[in-house]
């Protein structure tokens, strides 16, 4: 115990003394005093990383777009190949013994109708956030010093989970969503995923 109370004052006496607050390094609010924030504006490479997902972004968004001028062109053939059709009906003799005409289960027309609603197309989503604060928030956590993220890790292991149990365990109901794992993203991501 007596060395986790060393700790614990050790770290109060660097957060006293330090010229930036463990706030902006924390904090879940994006602002232009985050850390992450700061870092970025001081690198040109989070600015060309930026520049590669923005372009790549557009790339697949303009082959979305393709795709989606694809699928209507193939709805309305589809719809009008339709029109052109009646329904089909085959014979059928009740359990009465009584004729009758029912539709047909591989009836064309209907097929082709049930194919072109059946026509599907993923939404294309932005990658980075509108905001500029939370977009390079997030490009600087995809390409974070791997020494940042080790010593935010380990402070806050130390902070929350050591010296203050149970804190951590009031934010369990929310879903955390980390960015090397977005499909958009993952591969522009050079840092190891941390804990935060």
């Known amino acids: 115990m007596e060395r986790l109370w060393s700790i614990e004052e050790y770290l109060g006496v660097r957060r006293r003394s330090a010229r930036w607050s463990l706030k902006f390094i924390f904090e879940s609010a994006v602002s232009e005093q985050s850390f992450g924030v700061r870092y970025f504006d001081d690198l040109s490479r989070y600015e060309a990383l930026r520049a590669k997902i923005e372009s790549d972004a557009e790339e697949q968004r303009s082959r979305k777009k393709a795709e ?33 005409w029912i539709h047909d289960s591989a009836c064309q027309k209907c097929n082709l109708e049930r194919e072109a609603r059946s ?78």
């Open 68 to 100: 989606l001028t694809e699928k209507q062109q193939q709805y309305n053939r589809l719809i009008q190949e339709s029109k052109s059709l009646s329904c089909q009906y085959i014979p059928h003799w009740d359990s009465l013994s009584q004729f009758t």
């Open 119 to 196: 026509l599907m197309i993923e939404v294309h989503e932005w990658p980075l956030p509108e905001e500029t604060a939370a977009m390079k928030s997030a490009i600087f956590e995809l390409d974070a010093p791997v020494e940042f993220t080790r010593w935010r890790d380990t402070t806050y292991c130390i902070l929350i989970d050591v010296c203050t149990p149970g804190s951590s365990k009031s934010e369990t109901g929310r879903k955390i969503y980390h960015l090397h794992d977005y499909d958009a993203l993952k591969h522009f991501a050079r840092s190891r995923p941390g804990r935060l």
